[in-house]
Protein backbone atom coordinates (compact mmCIF):
# COMPACT_ATOMS: atom_id res chain seq x y z
CA UNK A 1 0.00 0.00 0.00
CA UNK A 2 1.61 3.50 -0.80
CA UNK A 3 1.39 5.80 1.42
CA UNK A 4 0.34 9.36 0.13
CA UNK A 5 1.23 11.41 3.32
CA UNK A 6 4.67 10.38 2.37
CA UNK A 7 4.79 10.81 -1.66
CA UNK A 8 3.26 13.96 -0.95
CA UNK A 9 5.88 14.88 1.40
CA UNK A 10 8.96 13.44 -0.86
CA UNK A 11 6.95 15.37 -3.96
CA UNK A 12 7.38 18.74 -2.20
CA UNK A 13 10.91 17.89 -1.07
CA UNK A 14 11.83 17.08 -4.49
CA UNK A 15 10.34 19.84 -6.28
CA UNK A 16 11.87 22.59 -3.62
CA UNK A 17 15.10 21.14 -4.33
CA UNK A 18 14.74 20.87 -7.89
CA UNK A 19 13.23 24.29 -8.18
CA UNK A 20 16.40 26.20 -5.99
CA UNK A 21 18.76 24.40 -7.93
CA UNK A 22 17.63 25.92 -11.09
CA UNK A 23 17.66 29.33 -9.84
CA UNK A 24 21.71 28.63 -9.04
CA UNK A 25 22.06 27.21 -12.51
CA UNK A 26 19.83 30.00 -14.03
CA UNK A 27 21.79 32.86 -12.12
CA UNK A 28 22.69 35.02 -15.24
CA UNK A 29 19.89 33.84 -17.66
CA UNK A 30 17.50 36.16 -16.78
CA UNK A 31 19.61 39.32 -16.80
CA UNK A 32 21.50 38.10 -19.88
CA UNK A 33 18.32 37.48 -21.69
CA UNK A 34 17.03 41.12 -20.41
CA UNK A 35 20.05 42.39 -21.79
CA UNK A 36 19.43 40.89 -25.25
CA UNK A 37 16.00 42.62 -25.54
CA UNK A 38 17.42 45.86 -24.05
CA UNK A 39 20.14 45.81 -27.14
CA UNK A 40 17.69 44.98 -29.61
CA UNK A 41 14.77 47.54 -28.41
CA UNK A 42 17.33 50.44 -27.69
CA UNK A 43 16.47 52.15 -31.23
CA UNK A 44 12.76 52.00 -31.07
CA UNK A 45 11.86 51.93 -27.10
CA UNK A 46 12.48 54.75 -24.53
CA UNK A 47 15.90 54.45 -23.08
CA UNK A 48 15.35 55.49 -19.55
CA UNK A 49 12.30 53.20 -19.49
CA UNK A 50 14.34 50.15 -21.06
CA UNK A 51 17.36 50.60 -18.58
CA UNK A 52 14.60 50.55 -15.58
CA UNK A 53 13.46 47.43 -16.81
CA UNK A 54 16.64 46.17 -17.16
CA UNK A 55 18.02 47.31 -13.45
CA UNK A 56 15.07 45.84 -11.96
CA UNK A 57 15.67 42.56 -13.41
CA UNK A 58 19.33 42.34 -12.64
CA UNK A 59 18.28 43.35 -9.07
CA UNK A 60 15.88 40.62 -8.45
CA UNK A 61 18.00 38.40 -9.94
CA UNK A 62 20.70 39.31 -7.45
CA UNK A 63 17.95 39.03 -4.77
CA UNK A 64 16.95 35.11 -5.74
CA UNK A 65 20.62 34.13 -5.79
CA UNK A 66 20.61 35.43 -2.24
CA UNK A 67 17.39 33.61 -1.26
CA UNK A 68 18.70 30.32 -2.62
CA UNK A 69 22.13 30.56 -0.96
CA UNK A 70 20.60 30.71 2.26
CA UNK A 71 17.83 27.90 1.72
CA UNK A 72 20.79 25.32 1.27
CA UNK A 73 23.04 26.89 4.25
CA UNK A 74 19.39 26.04 6.43
CA UNK A 75 20.28 22.36 5.95
CA UNK A 76 17.81 19.56 6.43
CA UNK A 77 15.44 22.30 8.01
CA UNK A 78 14.39 23.86 5.01
CA UNK A 79 12.46 20.73 4.26
CA UNK A 80 10.36 20.80 7.57
CA UNK A 81 8.98 24.61 6.72
CA UNK A 82 6.66 26.10 3.86
CA UNK A 83 8.07 28.77 4.31
CA UNK A 84 10.74 28.22 2.18
CA UNK A 85 8.01 27.15 -1.27
CA UNK A 86 6.61 30.69 -0.22
CA UNK A 87 9.94 32.45 -0.88
CA UNK A 88 10.21 30.48 -4.01
CA UNK A 89 6.62 31.41 -5.07
CA UNK A 90 7.23 34.94 -4.09
CA UNK A 91 10.51 35.78 -6.26
CA UNK A 92 9.38 33.43 -9.17
CA UNK A 93 6.10 35.27 -9.51
CA UNK A 94 7.96 38.77 -8.67
CA UNK A 95 10.14 38.12 -12.01
CA UNK A 96 8.00 36.61 -14.29
CA UNK A 97 5.39 40.06 -13.38
CA UNK A 98 8.87 42.09 -14.47
CA UNK A 99 8.86 40.79 -17.36
CA UNK A 100 5.60 40.76 -18.36
CA UNK A 101 5.17 44.72 -17.34
CA UNK A 102 7.79 45.55 -19.36
CA UNK A 103 6.55 43.94 -22.82
CA UNK A 104 3.19 45.76 -22.13
CA UNK A 105 4.86 49.18 -22.27
CA UNK A 106 7.16 47.44 -25.38
CA UNK A 107 4.40 46.72 -27.54
CA UNK A 108 2.93 49.33 -29.64
CA UNK A 109 0.69 49.19 -32.90
CA UNK A 110 3.46 51.37 -34.68
CA UNK A 111 5.85 49.00 -34.79
CA UNK A 112 5.21 45.20 -36.14
CA UNK A 113 8.57 44.49 -35.61
CA UNK A 114 9.53 45.01 -32.15
CA UNK A 115 6.14 43.34 -30.92
CA UNK A 116 7.13 40.30 -33.10
CA UNK A 117 11.02 40.52 -31.60
CA UNK A 118 9.31 41.51 -28.03
CA UNK A 119 6.95 37.91 -28.09
CA UNK A 120 9.41 35.99 -29.53
CA UNK A 121 11.53 36.60 -26.23
CA UNK A 122 8.48 36.01 -24.05
CA UNK A 123 7.81 33.10 -25.66
CA UNK A 124 11.24 31.51 -25.36
CA UNK A 125 11.45 32.48 -21.57
CA UNK A 126 8.04 30.51 -21.22
CA UNK A 127 9.40 27.69 -22.19
CA UNK A 128 12.73 27.77 -20.89
CA UNK A 129 10.59 28.26 -17.65
CA UNK A 130 7.94 25.51 -18.10
CA UNK A 131 11.02 22.75 -18.95
CA UNK A 132 13.11 24.11 -15.61
CA UNK A 133 10.05 24.63 -13.29
CA UNK A 134 7.25 22.57 -14.64
CA UNK A 135 7.44 20.07 -11.15
CA UNK A 136 6.37 23.51 -9.52
CA UNK A 137 2.91 23.05 -11.52
CA UNK A 138 0.74 25.81 -10.06
CA UNK A 139 3.41 27.71 -9.61
CA UNK A 140 4.65 27.76 -12.90
CA UNK A 141 1.41 28.69 -14.78
CA UNK A 142 1.26 31.47 -12.93
CA UNK A 143 4.84 32.72 -13.76
CA UNK A 144 4.23 31.91 -17.69
CA UNK A 145 0.90 34.00 -17.10
CA UNK A 146 2.36 36.78 -15.92
CA UNK A 147 5.39 36.58 -18.43
CA UNK A 148 3.24 36.40 -21.27
CA UNK A 149 0.22 37.46 -20.29
CA UNK A 150 0.18 41.64 -20.32
CA UNK A 151 1.56 41.41 -23.75
CA UNK A 152 -0.75 39.18 -25.24
CA UNK A 153 -3.74 41.51 -23.75
CA UNK A 154 -1.70 44.33 -25.09
CA UNK A 155 -1.64 42.64 -29.00
CA UNK A 156 -5.47 42.15 -28.56
CA UNK A 157 -6.34 45.53 -27.62
CA UNK A 158 -3.66 46.77 -30.75
CA UNK A 159 -6.96 44.90 -32.78
CA UNK A 160 -4.84 43.97 -36.12
CA UNK A 161 -4.67 40.98 -38.18
CA UNK A 162 -1.20 40.47 -36.79
CA UNK A 163 -1.39 40.91 -33.23
CA UNK A 164 -4.40 38.45 -32.92
CA UNK A 165 -3.04 35.92 -34.33
CA UNK A 166 0.40 36.48 -32.00
CA UNK A 167 -1.79 36.50 -29.09
CA UNK A 168 -3.60 33.41 -30.21
CA UNK A 169 -0.24 31.85 -30.23
CA UNK A 170 0.46 32.87 -27.00
CA UNK A 171 -2.75 31.42 -25.45
CA UNK A 172 -1.90 28.07 -27.43
CA UNK A 173 1.39 28.32 -26.60
CA UNK A 174 0.42 28.54 -22.60
CA UNK A 175 -2.28 25.53 -22.91
CA UNK A 176 0.28 23.50 -24.10
CA UNK A 177 2.69 24.56 -21.74
CA UNK A 178 0.23 23.78 -19.04
CA UNK A 179 -0.62 20.02 -19.92
CA UNK A 180 3.08 19.52 -20.14
CA UNK A 181 3.29 20.69 -16.47
CA UNK A 182 1.09 17.95 -15.91
CA UNK A 183 2.36 15.37 -17.33
CA UNK A 184 5.43 16.14 -15.67
CA UNK A 185 4.29 16.41 -12.04
CA UNK A 186 2.12 12.95 -12.64
CA UNK A 187 5.47 11.14 -14.03
CA UNK A 188 7.16 12.54 -11.21
CA UNK A 189 4.53 11.40 -8.98
CA UNK A 190 4.10 7.58 -10.44
CA UNK A 191 8.35 7.73 -10.41
CA UNK A 192 8.05 8.33 -6.57
CA UNK A 193 5.28 6.37 -5.92
CA UNK A 194 7.67 2.89 -7.87
CA UNK A 195 10.21 4.61 -5.99
CA UNK A 196 8.40 4.05 -2.32
CA UNK A 197 7.37 0.67 -3.31
CA UNK A 198 10.57 -0.73 -3.83
CA UNK A 199 12.01 0.92 -0.44
CA UNK A 200 9.04 -0.80 1.39
CA UNK A 201 10.10 -4.27 -0.70
CA UNK A 202 13.54 -4.16 -0.03
CA UNK A 203 12.95 -3.39 3.96
CA UNK A 204 9.72 -6.08 4.20
CA UNK A 205 10.39 -9.52 4.82
CA UNK A 206 8.09 -11.45 2.10
CA UNK A 207 7.61 -14.69 3.94
CA UNK A 208 6.34 -12.79 8.04
CA UNK A 209 5.35 -10.05 6.46
CA UNK A 210 7.11 -7.33 8.94
CA UNK A 211 10.33 -5.73 8.98
CA UNK A 212 13.56 -7.58 7.70
CA UNK A 213 16.90 -7.63 9.49
CA UNK A 214 18.18 -4.39 7.38
CA UNK A 215 14.91 -2.25 8.09
CA UNK A 216 15.09 -3.82 12.16
CA UNK A 217 19.29 -3.04 12.51
CA UNK A 218 18.22 0.41 10.80
CA UNK A 219 15.50 1.28 13.20
CA UNK A 220 17.06 -0.42 16.17
CA UNK A 221 20.32 1.94 15.97
CA UNK A 222 18.28 4.95 15.21
CA UNK A 223 15.71 3.87 18.48
CA UNK A 224 18.99 3.01 20.51
CA UNK A 225 20.95 6.61 19.77
CA UNK A 226 17.46 8.43 20.90
CA UNK A 227 18.13 6.67 23.82
CA UNK A 228 21.48 7.47 24.32
CA UNK A 229 20.54 11.12 23.51
CA UNK A 230 17.66 11.59 25.97
CA UNK A 231 19.33 8.89 28.77
CA UNK A 232 16.29 6.96 28.20
CA UNK A 233 15.47 3.18 28.40
CA UNK A 234 15.12 0.58 25.01
CA UNK A 235 14.74 -2.46 25.20
CA UNK A 236 15.31 -5.83 22.88
CA UNK A 237 13.38 -9.19 22.89
CA UNK A 238 15.05 -11.50 20.56
CA UNK A 239 12.38 -14.39 19.97
CA UNK A 240 13.09 -17.84 18.68
CA UNK A 241 10.42 -20.91 17.80
CA UNK A 242 10.99 -23.73 19.70
CA UNK A 243 12.38 -26.90 18.02
CA UNK A 244 11.04 -25.20 14.17
CA UNK A 245 13.34 -27.87 13.13
CA UNK A 246 11.06 -30.85 14.04
CA UNK A 247 7.98 -28.99 12.27
CA UNK A 248 10.11 -29.06 9.11
CA UNK A 249 11.14 -32.24 9.72
CA UNK A 250 7.74 -34.19 10.55
CA UNK A 251 5.36 -31.99 8.07
CA UNK A 252 7.46 -30.13 5.62
CA UNK A 253 9.21 -26.52 4.79
CA UNK A 254 6.12 -25.39 3.82
CA UNK A 255 4.55 -26.22 7.32
CA UNK A 256 7.57 -23.91 8.67
CA UNK A 257 6.86 -21.05 6.54
CA UNK A 258 2.96 -21.07 7.71
CA UNK A 259 4.55 -20.77 11.08
CA UNK A 260 6.58 -17.95 10.12
CA UNK A 261 3.71 -16.12 8.31
CA UNK A 262 1.60 -16.66 11.38
CA UNK A 263 3.77 -15.68 13.97
CA UNK A 264 4.65 -12.53 12.11
CA UNK A 265 1.19 -11.38 11.51
CA UNK A 266 0.62 -12.37 15.38
CA UNK A 267 3.64 -9.97 16.62
CA UNK A 268 3.05 -7.58 14.26
CA UNK A 269 -0.77 -7.25 15.73
CA UNK A 270 1.18 -6.75 19.44
CA UNK A 271 3.01 -3.82 19.06
CA UNK A 272 2.14 -0.23 19.50
CA UNK A 273 3.46 2.30 16.44
CA UNK A 274 6.37 3.24 18.19
CA UNK A 275 7.68 -0.44 18.29
CA UNK A 276 9.09 -2.07 15.93
CA UNK A 277 8.68 -5.99 15.19
CA UNK A 278 11.43 -7.62 12.46
CA UNK A 279 12.06 -10.71 11.45
CA UNK A 280 16.06 -11.46 12.10
CA UNK A 281 16.20 -14.68 9.96
CA UNK A 282 15.17 -18.66 9.74
CA UNK A 283 12.71 -18.61 13.00
CA UNK A 284 14.31 -15.76 14.72
CA UNK A 285 12.34 -12.39 15.53
CA UNK A 286 13.14 -9.47 17.43
CA UNK A 287 10.87 -6.65 19.14
CA UNK A 288 12.44 -3.34 19.36
CA UNK A 289 11.17 -1.18 22.25
CA UNK A 290 11.64 2.51 22.76
CA UNK A 291 10.73 4.44 26.14
CA UNK A 292 10.34 1.23 27.69
CA UNK A 293 11.62 -0.10 32.02
CA UNK A 294 12.06 -3.69 33.19
CA UNK A 295 8.27 -4.21 34.10
CA UNK A 296 7.03 -3.52 30.42
CA UNK A 297 9.17 -4.71 28.95
CA UNK A 298 8.33 -8.31 31.03
CA UNK A 299 4.81 -7.79 30.36
CA UNK A 300 5.48 -7.60 27.03
CA UNK A 301 7.02 -11.10 26.58
CA UNK A 302 4.81 -12.72 28.81
CA UNK A 303 2.24 -11.95 26.70
CA UNK A 304 3.91 -13.03 23.62
CA UNK A 305 4.31 -16.06 25.13
CA UNK A 306 0.64 -16.85 26.30
CA UNK A 307 -0.87 -15.61 22.99
CA UNK A 308 1.97 -17.79 20.71
CA UNK A 309 0.84 -20.92 22.59
CA UNK A 310 -2.95 -19.94 21.76
CA UNK A 311 -2.16 -19.50 18.11
CA UNK A 312 -4.35 -21.91 16.15
CA UNK A 313 -2.46 -23.04 13.29
CA UNK A 314 -3.14 -25.53 10.81
CA UNK A 315 -2.07 -27.25 7.85
CA UNK A 316 -3.27 -29.50 5.54
CA UNK A 317 -5.51 -30.22 8.45
CA UNK A 318 -2.59 -30.48 10.68
CA UNK A 319 -2.59 -28.36 13.87
CA UNK A 320 0.77 -27.35 14.72
CA UNK A 321 1.19 -26.17 18.58
CA UNK A 322 4.10 -23.27 18.66
CA UNK A 323 5.84 -21.71 21.52
CA UNK A 324 8.52 -19.65 21.68
CA UNK A 325 11.95 -18.33 23.67
CA UNK A 326 12.42 -15.30 24.35
CA UNK A 327 15.56 -13.24 25.28
CA UNK A 328 15.50 -9.75 26.96
CA UNK A 329 17.96 -6.99 27.08
CA UNK A 330 17.60 -2.99 28.51
CA UNK A 331 20.20 -0.68 27.34
CA UNK A 332 22.81 0.84 30.13
CA UNK A 333 25.07 3.66 29.92
CA UNK A 334 28.41 2.42 28.45
CA UNK A 335 27.06 -0.53 26.64
CA UNK A 336 23.95 0.75 24.74
CA UNK A 337 24.61 0.41 21.06
CA UNK A 338 21.90 -1.58 19.19
CA UNK A 339 24.43 -4.24 18.37
CA UNK A 340 25.31 -4.15 22.16
CA UNK A 341 21.38 -4.84 22.94
CA UNK A 342 21.49 -7.50 19.98
CA UNK A 343 24.22 -9.63 21.47
CA UNK A 344 22.16 -9.67 24.97
CA UNK A 345 19.40 -10.40 23.86
CA UNK A 346 20.34 -13.17 22.10
CA UNK A 347 22.94 -14.58 25.61
CA UNK A 348 19.34 -14.58 27.42
CA UNK A 349 17.51 -16.13 24.93
CA UNK A 350 19.93 -19.00 25.18
CA UNK A 351 19.38 -19.15 28.53
CA UNK A 352 15.78 -19.44 27.86
CA UNK A 353 16.64 -22.45 25.99
CA UNK A 354 18.48 -24.02 28.38
CA UNK A 355 16.16 -23.32 31.07
CA UNK A 356 13.55 -25.62 29.01
CA UNK A 357 11.88 -23.70 26.83
CA UNK A 358 8.71 -21.52 26.51
CA UNK A 359 9.58 -19.30 28.44
CA UNK A 360 11.35 -15.45 29.08
CA UNK A 361 14.93 -14.76 30.43
CA UNK A 362 16.56 -11.07 31.03
CA UNK A 363 20.29 -10.48 30.31
CA UNK A 364 21.78 -10.91 33.65
CA UNK A 365 18.83 -12.77 35.75
CA UNK A 366 17.73 -16.11 35.74
CA UNK A 367 15.10 -17.55 32.99
CA UNK A 368 11.86 -16.86 34.47
CA UNK A 369 9.60 -19.81 34.84
CA UNK A 370 7.42 -20.66 32.21
CA UNK A 371 3.71 -20.49 32.96
CA UNK A 372 2.53 -23.33 30.51
CA UNK A 373 4.42 -26.40 29.37
CA UNK A 374 7.66 -26.61 29.07
CA UNK A 375 7.55 -27.93 25.69
CA UNK A 376 4.68 -27.74 23.60
CA UNK A 377 5.44 -30.44 20.89
CA UNK A 378 6.29 -32.90 23.53
CA UNK A 379 2.85 -33.76 22.72
CA UNK A 380 3.51 -34.36 19.59
CA UNK A 381 1.67 -32.59 16.13
CA UNK A 382 -1.76 -33.79 16.31
CA UNK A 383 -4.20 -33.59 13.40
CA UNK A 384 -6.50 -30.37 14.01
CA UNK A 385 -9.74 -32.89 14.29
CA UNK A 386 -8.38 -34.32 17.31
CA UNK A 387 -7.34 -31.03 18.72
CA UNK A 388 -10.53 -28.87 18.80
CA UNK A 389 -7.94 -26.43 16.16
Request: negative net charge.
Amino acid sequence: MVDQTRIEEALRTEHLERAYQQAVRNQIFSPLAALMVTIGLWPYVDHALLAGWLALLVISSVVRQRLAAAYFAAGDARFESVRWEHIFAGSMALVSLIWGIGAWFFVRDDNALVDVYTYIFLIGLSGGTAAQYASQGSVTVVAILFILGPATVSMLNVGDALHYCMALSGMMYVVALYRSSEMLAAATRRALELTQQLEDMARVDALSGIANRRALNEEGVRIAAHAVRTGRRCAVLMLDVDHFKRINDSLGHSAGDAVITALGGLLSRMVRADEVVGRIGGEEFAIVLPDADEPQVMALARRVLDAVRELKIVYEGVAIPVTVSIGVSINVPGDDTFQSLLDHADQALYDAKRGGRDRVAIFGSLPAPASGSDDALAAGIAPANKTGS
